[in-house]
């Protein structure tokens, strides 16, 4: 089986149980998807302390895996009203002050000469994916957090979608524009911008009250999280390339790892929250 048709097999089983996580099981906050994401974020830590690790920098798996999921599951626990927002930094800083405590009370001796390359490895997997990561989850706090939910991802897929194929069809004479990826091409840009771009307006013509009926905002909001969907994948190209890997990790078929899938979701999700938060706020 080829690649393109393991994309598209990953596609049709995937795409069908995250409609059904959001809307056949929205109970309690998006339990369910929210208990999904955490583990797809330990996941993506997991693979990205496979990175450091290919660098010679060694991460407790276990301690990775905590790390990469503690700011989901401080946000689960905010959606469902257990923990206040203002309580998570308080919690944050806590766990940080314990690993940065655990460090130094290291005895063994190589491993404290090591000290200096293992913290801000752990602190970039609290962030990536964990901080991201928690975004997605948030979403939940909204009264229409089932919509809301679908279309960022449709922004996110039909970008990524629209790309594949368009650099496929057309972009054999621009590619390049990025050393970190040199097989995404410009007609690939384009089309994926294109293709979230439109997918804002469609989305405007059936829900018009998600953007407060102004049909600029909708296409400027799918443009903003296509725009977010390529740095994200261009940021785990890079991390790839230091740590001279073709894929995150091998779960995910003929997409790779976690981490190969996620990417543009975990860039865009920050921006697409804030936004949602400022119109239903």
């Known amino acids: 089986m080829n690649n393109l048709a393991k994309r598209v097999l990953l596609g049709v089983v995937a795409i069908p149980l995250l409609i059904a996580l959001i809307f056949l099981l929205p109970h309690h906050s998006h339990l369910a998807l929210n208990i999904v994401l955490l583990a797809l974020s330990v996941i993506g830590g997991l693979e990205a302390r496979n990175f450091f690790t290919k660098r010679k920098t060694i991460l407790n798996p276990v301690k990775a895996a905590l790390i990469a999921g503690v700011f989901p599951l401080f946000s689960i626990f905010f959606v469902l009203g257990v923990l206040p927002e203002r309580m998570i930094i308080a919690l944050l800083t806590v766990s940080a002050g314990i690993l940065f405590l ?36 948030k979403m939940s706090i909204f ?83 296509g725009f977010t969907s390529v740095i994200g994948d261009l940021v785990e190209s890079a991390l790839k390339r230091s740590a001279d890997e073709k894929d995150s990790g091998t779960l995910m078929g003929g997409r790779g790892g976690v981490l190969d899938s996620i990417d543009s979701i975990l860039f865009s999700a920050p921006l697409y929250y804030y936004i949602m938060l400022y119109l239903h706020s």
């Open 102 to 137: 655990r460090e130094a009370l290291m005895r063994e001796k190589n491993l404290i000469q090591s000290v200096l390359e293992r913290l801000p490895a752990y602190c970039f997997l609290l962030i990536f994916p964990g901080f991201f990561m928690s975004f997605l989850i």
């Open 143 to 225: 009264a229409d957090s089932s919509i809301i939910l679908i279309i960022f991802l449709t922004f996110v897929f039909s970008n990524d979608t629209f790309a594949y194929f368009s650099g496929m069809q057309f972009g054999k004479n621009s590619r390049g524009i990025f050393p970190v990826s040199p097989n995404k091409s410009m007609a690939g840009l384009i089309g994926g911008l294109a293709a979230s771009g439109l997918a804002g307006y469609i989305y405007f013509i059936f829900f018009p009250d998600i953007f407060k009926h102004n049909p600029v905002l909708a296409v400027l909001t799918g443009l903003g999280i």
